[in-house]
C-alpha cells in the first residue's frame, strides 16, 4: 500500500511493504504524486546502484529503522527483555491512510511481544507530526531505552543549525558542516534547558533565513530529550541521512509490564526550500491553529521582581499599581515573595501559604487594587520545588527526590526538586494552589522552574524524570480545569524551558531572565524560529540592567520589547515623568500594533555588518511593521540600502519611520548619526522595488534601532 500524504506544498510518501514497516520513500517539496504508479516511478529513480561490499539490495528507511532492515543510523528502537536484546520482526502490519493528510500504522511482533501504533500527521501548516506508542504484548517486564522518530534527509543536507546557551544567554546559534556519523544533542536536566538543541536544522550549505532548502526536528517535550541528525556512507540506501529525536530514556526509567503502553512525545518536522523563514512561517502557523492558542489580545504585562523583589509591602507595590493602570498596562503579576517565610530564595518554598506576616489581610489588598483600575491579577508560583527550610520539607522529607541512600541531592538556588508523581505530594500541591486561586481569583500564573533535576530520583532509586513532567503537566491542567479561563507562563530561570511540550498546555513562555536589550535582540530573534511572538514575553527593564549591568537607553529597550507579548518588569514609581510618559506612549503603539505582530507573517535578514532587518507582515500583504537594528560597529560609513522582505511585488506602499515611545517628532531608538530623507517626510515605493532594490537606512550606533510601518495604497510613488 502506499500513502501519499500532501498538504500546503508537502508530501511525506510512505510504501508499505507485506510484513515490513512502511518505508519513508520522500518528505520534502510536494511532488504530485498520485497514485501507487506515481510511487512506483518516485522509487525507481531514487533507487541507488548497490556497491561492492554492501547488502545485495539497497537499505530501506522505515518508519521505525533498525539493524534488521540494514540501518547503520541511530535505531528507532532500543528495548531488551529481562537482557535479551532483539531485532523487530514485523507482522501484522496494517497501514490505514485515514484522510489526505493523516495515516495511521498498527504492527506487532509477536516473537518479542511488542505492538506498534503509530499516528502520521501532515498538518495544514506542512508540518509532519509523527507519534509512536509502544504496548508490551507478551510476558515479562520490557525495559524501553529509547524510542525516536526520524525522517530522511538528501545529501545535500549538509549543513547543521542548532541552538545552546546559559542563563541569559540563551538560544545562541551554532552551525557546522555534517560530517560522516551522527550529531547528537542531549539534554539530561529534567527540563528542556537554556542549552537546548530546541530546533535541529540540516540544509543546504550556507542556507540563510531567506535561502536554501531545509528541514528540521523539534521535540515537544519537556523531560530529558535528544535531536540527532545522521549522515551515512555509500551504500546505506536511497536516503544519505535521517533526521530526528525523541524522549532521552533513562536506565530503568520505563519497564513496561504486560498490556502497558509508552507513548513517545510527539516529534515535530518542517521542510521549506525559503531558508529559515520558511520553517518560522509553517511552525507558526502549526502553532496558531491549536485549539488551545490565545485568542484575545495578549495583555500588556508588568511584573514585579524587578521593582520590589522580596520587599513585599503593600504601601510600596500599591503606587506601583496605580502608575502602571496610568500608563495602559493590563495586567499585573506579584512575583516571588508572597508566601510563608520567603524573605529570600533560601527558605519558604513549598509553603504555599500566604504569608500573614507581610500580607496580614491575605492577598485580597492587591488583587482589589489591581482590579479597581480594571486589569487581570497574576501571581509567580514555583510548585515543583521546594526548600529544605520549609515546613513541607522538615514534615514530609521522603517527597524531595534523592537516591535512597540520601537525604537530597545536590541544591541548586537553595531549592530541591519536590516529586509530584508522588500522588500525596501531587494532591498536596494541587489543594493549596487551588485555595490561593480560589481566594484571590487569580487570572494569571507565573510558573517558574529554577533548576535542574540532578539525580532525579524516587525513594526506590527508579529514575522519575518522565513521571515527573508528565505529573506537571497534569498539574497545570487540573488546575485550569478547575479555574477556567486561568492562564499560565512558563518560566525556568527564564528561558530553561521552552518546547511545544509546555506550551500544550500554557500561553507564554519567559525567553529569558536578561531584558538587557542587546542580549534580547539575539534570544528573541532565536526563539523567533519556533515560536510566534504572541507567545514570547518581551519586557521593559531597568536603564542598568539587573543582570548585566549595561545600561540602555529607553527607547531601544522599548523598541526590542514592542516584538513579543510585550510588558514591564521596573519600578515605574521611581522614573521621571517623561520616561513615564515615553512608557504611555510605547504601550500605547504596541496595541496599536499587536494585531499585525501577533498574527502576521515573522521575516528576516541575516545579520550583515553588524546589523539586522526584522519584521512582521500582514497574511493579506497589506501591512506591515519592520526594525533596523544596530547590534555592533560597522565597518561602512554608510550601510547602504537593506531590502525588505514578505511584501506583495505588484502593490504600493507607503513607508513611515516610527518614533517608538509615541513622540511627534521621530527620533531614533538609540544614536544616529545620519538619517536618510525618507525617514522624516515617509516614502512611497512599490513592494518589488522594496524587496529588489532596497531602503535606505540611518547611520546607527550600537544598540540603536530604526522602527518604521509599510501600508498599501493606492498612491504613485514619488
Same mark, same amino acid.
Given at each position: 500500500?502506499?500513502?501519499?500524504?500532501?498538504?500546503?506544498?508537502?508530501?511525506?510518501?510512505?510504501?508499505?511493504?507485506?510484513?515490513?514497516?512502511?518505508?519513508?520513500?520522500?518528505?520534502?517539496?510536494?511532488?504530485?504524486?498520485?497514485?501507487?504508479?506515481?510511487?512506483?516511478?518516485?522509487?525507481?529513480?531514487?533507487?541507488?546502484?548497490?556497491?561492492?561490499?554492501?547488502?545485495?539490495?539497497?537499505?530501506?528507511?522505515?518508519?521505525?529503522?533498525?539493524?534488521?532492515?540494514?540501518?547503520?543510523?541511530?535505531?528507532?528502537?532500543?528495548?531488551?527483555?529481562?537482557?535479551?536484546?532483539?531485532?523487530?520482526?514485523?507482522?501484522?502490519?496494517?497501514?490505514?491512510?485515514?484522510?489526505?493528510?493523516?495515516?495511521?500504522?498498527?504492527?506487532?511482533?509477536?516473537?518479542?511481544?511488542?505492538?506498534?501504533?503509530?499516528?502520521?500527521?501532515?498538518?495544514?501548516?506542512?508540518?509532519?507530526?509523527?507519534?509512536?506508542?509502544?504496548?508490551?504484548?507478551?510476558?515479562?517486564?520490557?525495559?524501553?531505552?529509547?524510542?525516536?522518530?526520524?525522517?530522511?534527509?538528501?545529501?545535500?543536507?549538509?549543513?547543521?543549525?542548532?541552538?545552546?546557551?546559559?542563563?541569559?544567554?540563551?538560544?545562541?546559534?551554532?552551525?557546522?558542516?555534517?560530517?560522516?556519523?551522527?550529531?547528537?544533542?542531549?539534554?539530561?536536566?529534567?527540563?528542556?534547558?537554556?542549552?537546548?538543541?530546541?530546533?535541529?536544522?540540516?540544509?543546504?550549505?550556507?542556507?540563510?533565513?531567506?535561502?536554501?532548502?531545509?528541514?528540521?526536528?523539534?521535540?515537544?517535550?519537556?523531560?530529558?530529550?535528544?535531536?540527532?541528525?545522521?549522515?551515512?556512507?555509500?551504500?546505506?540506501?536511497?536516503?544519505?541521512?535521517?533526521?530526528?529525536?525523541?524522549?532521552?530514556?533513562? $536506565?530503568?526509567? /520505563?519497564? *513496561?509490564?504486560? =498490556?502497558?503502553?509508552?507513548?513517545? %512525545?510527539?516529534?515535530? @518536522? #518542517?521542510?521549506?526550500? +525559503?531558508?529559515?523563514?520558511?520553517?518560522?512561517?509553517?511552525?507558526?502557523?502549526?502553532?496558531?491553529?491549536?485549539?488551545?492558542?490565545?485568542?484575545?489580545?495578549?495583555?500588556?504585562?508588568?511584573?514585579?521582581?524587578?521593582?520590589?523583589?522580596?520587599?513585599?509591602?503593600?504601601?510600596?507595590?500599591?503606587?506601583?499599581?496605580?502608575?502602571?493602570?496610568?500608563?495602559?498596562?493590563?495586567?499585573?503579576?506579584?512575583?516571588?515573595?508572597?508566601?510563608?517565610?520567603?524573605?529570600?530564595?533560601?527558605?519558604?518554598?513549598?509553603?504555599?501559604?500566604?504569608?500573614?506576616?507581610?500580607?496580614?489581610?491575605?492577598?485580597?489588598?492587591?488583587?482589589?487594587?489591581?482590579?479597581?483600575?480594571?486589569?487581570?491579577?497574576?501571581?509567580?508560583?514555583? $510548585?515543583?520545588? /521546594?526548600? *529544605?527550610?520549609? =515546613?513541607?520539607?522538615?514534615?514530609? %522529607?521522603?517527597?524531595? @527526590? #534523592?537516591?535512597?541512600? +540520601?537525604?537530597?541531592?545536590?541544591?541548586?538556588?537553595?531549592?530541591?526538586?519536590?516529586?509530584?508523581?508522588?500522588?500525596?505530594?501531587?494532591?498536596?500541591?494541587?489543594?493549596?494552589?487551588?485555595?490561593?486561586?480560589?481566594?484571590?481569583?487569580?487570572?494569571?500564573?507565573?510558573?517558574?522552574?529554577?533548576?535542574?533535576?540532578?539525580?532525579?530520583?524516587?525513594?526506590?532509586?527508579?529514575?522519575?524524570?518522565?513521571?515527573?513532567?508528565?505529573?506537571?503537566?497534569?498539574?497545570?491542567?487540573?488546575?485550569?480545569?478547575?479555574?477556567?479561563?486561568?492562564?499560565?507562563?512558563?518560566?525556568?530561570?527564564?528561558?530553561?524551558?521552552?518546547?511545544?511540550?509546555?506550551?500544550?498546555?500554557?500561553?507564554?513562555?519567559?525567553?529569558?531572565?536578561?531584558?538587557?536589550?542587546?542580549?534580547?535582540?539575539?534570544?528573541?530573534?532565536?526563539?523567533?524560529?519556533?515560536?510566534?511572538?504572541?507567545?514570547?514575553?518581551?519586557?521593559?527593564?531597568?536603564?542598568?540592567?539587573?543582570?548585566?549591568?549595561?545600561?540602555?537607553?529607553?527607547?531601544?529597550?522599548?523598541?526590542?520589547?514592542?516584538?513579543?507579548?510585550?510588558?514591564?518588569?521596573?519600578?515605574?514609581?521611581?522614573?521621571?515623568?517623561?520616561?513615564?510618559?515615553?512608557?504611555?506612549?510605547?504601550?500605547?503603539?504596541?496595541?496599536?500594533?499587536?494585531?499585525?505582530?501577533?498574527?502576521?507573517?515573522?521575516?528576516?535578514?541575516?545579520?550583515?555588518?553588524?546589523?539586522?532587518?526584522?519584521?512582521?507582515?500582514?497574511?493579506?500583504?497589506?501591512?506591515?511593521?519592520?526594525?533596523?537594528?544596530?547590534?555592533?560597529?560597522?565597518?561602512?560609513?554608510?550601510?547602504?540600502?537593506?531590502?525588505?522582505?514578505?511584501?506583495?511585488?505588484?502593490?504600493?506602499?507607503?513607508?513611515?519611520?516610527?518614533?517608538?515611545?509615541?513622540?511627534?517628532?521621530?527620533?531614533?531608538?538609540?544614536?544616529?548619526?545620519?538619517?536618510?530623507?525618507?525617514?522624516?517626510?515617509?516614502?512611497?515605493?512599490?513592494?518589488?522595488?522594496?524587496?529588489?532594490?532596497?531602503?535606505?537606512?540611518?547611520?546607527?550606533?550600537?544598540?540603536?534601532?530604526?522602527?518604521?510601518?509599510?501600508?498599501?495604497?493606492?498612491?504613485?510613488?514619488?
Amino acid at each position: 500500500m502506499t500513502v501519499a500524504l500532501r498538504a500546503n506544498g508537502v508530501s511525506l510518501v510512505l510504501q508499505d511493504e507485506p510484513n515490513q514497516l512502511p518505508e519513508i520513500v520522500h518528505f520534502g517539496p510536494d511532488l504530485g504524486v498520485e497514485g501507487v504508479g506515481g510511487v512506483e516511478a518516485l522509487m525507481m529513480a531514487s533507487t541507488p546502484p548497490v556497491p561492492r561490499s554492501a547488502f545485495d539490495k539497497p537499505v530501506a528507511l522505515r518508519l521505525l529503522p533498525h539493524e534488521v532492515d540494514g540501518w547503520s543510523g541511530r535505531p528507532g528502537l532500543t528495548a531488551h527483555r529481562s537482557g535479551a536484546a532483539f531485532s523487530p520482526s514485523w507482522s501484522d502490519v496494517q497501514v490505514h491512510q485515514i484522510d489526505a493528510q493523516t495515516a495511521s500504522i498498527e504492527a506487532t511482533d509477536e516473537s518479542f511481544g511488542l505492538g506498534l501504533h503509530t499516528e502520521v500527521r501532515l498538518d495544514d501548516a506542512g508540518i509532519v507530526v509523527i507519534h509512536h506508542h509502544i504496548t508490551n504484548l507478551g510476558d515479562g517486564v520490557i525495559d524501553l531505552a529509547g524510542l525516536i522518530s526520524i525522517v530522511p534527509i538528501p545529501p545535500t543536507a549538509s549543513e547543521v543549525l542548532d541552538l545552546t546557551g546559559r542563563w541569559c544567554g540563551e538560544r545562541r546559534i551554532q552551525r557546522s558542516d555534517l560530517q560522516m556519523g551522527g550529531r547528537i544533542r542531549e539534554s539530561r536536566r529534567g527540563r528542556s534547558g537554556h542549552d537546548s538543541a530546541f530546533v535541529m536544522v540540516a540544509g543546504e550549505p550556507g542556507f540563510t533565513e531567506r535561502r536554501g532548502e531545509v528541514f528540521a526536528a523539534h521535540v515537544a517535550w519537556s523531560g530529558d530529550h535528544l535531536h540527532m541528525v545522521d549522515r551515512l556512507p555509500e551504500g546505506a540506501g536511497r536516503h544519505a541521512g535521517a533526521l530526528g529525536g525523541g524522549e532521552l530514556i533513562r $536506565p530503568g526509567e /520505563v519497564r *513496561l509490564e504486560t =498490556d502497558e503502553t509508552y507513548s513517545a %512525545p510527539p516529534v515535530l @518536522f #518542517a521542510w521549506s526550500d +525559503r531558508g529559515l523563514d520558511g520553517l518560522t512561517d509553517r511552525f507558526h502557523q502549526h502553532l496558531r491553529a491549536r485549539t488551545n492558542h490565545p485568542q484575545t489580545l495578549r495583555p500588556v504585562t508588568l511584573n514585579t521582581w524587578e521593582a520590589i523583589y522580596f520587599d513585599h509591602d503593600m504601601e510600596r507595590l500599591g503606587p506601583i499599581i496605580d502608575a502602571a493602570a496610568d500608563i495602559g498596562v493590563e495586567r499585573i503579576v506579584l512575583d516571588d515573595g508572597w508566601f510563608t517565610g520567603r524573605r529570600d530564595d533560601t527558605a519558604g518554598l513549598g509553603d504555599w501559604a500566604v504569608d500573614a506576616e507581610v500580607w496580614p489581610h491575605g492577598l485580597a489588598p492587591y488583587a482589589e487594587r489591581v482590579r479597581s483600575h480594571g486589569m487581570q491579577v497574576g501571581l509567580w508560583v514555583e $510548585p515543583e520545588m /521546594v526548600n *529544605l527550610d520549609s =515546613d513541607l520539607a522538615r514534615e514530609h %522529607p521522603d517527597w524531595v @527526590f #534523592a537516591a535512597p541512600e +540520601r537525604t537530597s541531592t545536590k541544591e541548586w538556588r537553595f531549592q530541591q526538586v519536590l516529586d509530584l508523581s508522588n500522588p500525596v505530594a501531587f494532591e498536596h500541591v494541587l489543594s493549596h494552589l487551588d485555595t490561593v486561586l480560589t481566594d484571590c481569583a487569580i487570572d494569571y500564573l507565573k510558573w517558574d522552574h529554577n533548576r535542574d533535576l540532578i539525580e532525579a530520583l524516587d525513594r526506590d532509586g527508579i529514575p522519575a524524570v518522565r513521571r515527573q513532567t508528565l505529573a506537571t503537566y497534569a498539574l497545570m491542567d487540573e488546575l485550569v480545569a478547575r479555574h477556567p479561563g486561568l492562564e499560565i507562563e512558563s518560566c525556568a530561570s527564564g528561558g530553561g524551558r521552552v518546547d511545544l511540550g509546555i506550551l500544550e498546555h500554557t500561553v507564554r513562555v519567559w525567553a529569558s531572565d536578561s531584558n538587557d536589550p542587546l542580549e534580547r535582540q539575539s534570544i528573541q530573534r532565536w526563539t523567533g524560529l519556533l515560536l510566534p511572538p504572541e507567545l514570547v514575553g518581551t519586557h521593559v527593564g531597568p536603564t542598568s540592567s539587573h543582570t548585566s549591568g549595561r545600561v540602555t537607553d529607553l527607547d531601544f529597550r522599548c523598541l526590542t520589547a514592542l516584538w513579543g507579548h510585550a510588558g514591564i518588569e521596573w519600578d515605574i514609581t521611581k522614573i521621571s515623568v517623561e520616561e513615564r510618559t515615553r512608557l504611555a506612549g510605547w504601550i500605547s503603539l504596541h496595541k496599536r500594533l499587536r494585531p499585525l505582530l501577533h498574527t502576521g507573517r515573522t521575516v528576516r535578514g541575516p545579520e550583515f555588518d553588524g546589523a539586522w532587518l526584522h519584521g512582521v507582515v500582514a497574511q493579506d500583504l497589506t501591512h506591515g511593521v519592520f526594525s533596523y537594528v544596530r547590534l555592533v560597529s560597522g565597518a561602512a560609513a554608510v550601510p547602504g540600502l537593506v531590502r525588505l522582505h514578505g511584501l506583495d511585488p505588484e502593490r504600493m506602499y507607503a513607508v513611515r519611520a516610527l518614533d517608538v515611545t509615541g513622540r511627534e517628532e521621530v527620533r531614533i531608538a538609540g544614536q544616529a548619526a545620519a538619517t536618510p530623507p525618507w525617514t522624516r517626510h515617509g516614502v512611497i515605493s512599490s513592494g518589488d522595488a522594496l524587496m529588489r532594490r532596497g531602503l535606505a537606512m540611518p547611520v546607527l550606533d550600537p544598540m540603536a534601532g530604526l522602527l518604521f510601518e509599510v501600508s498599501a495604497t493606492d498612491h504613485e510613488g514619488c
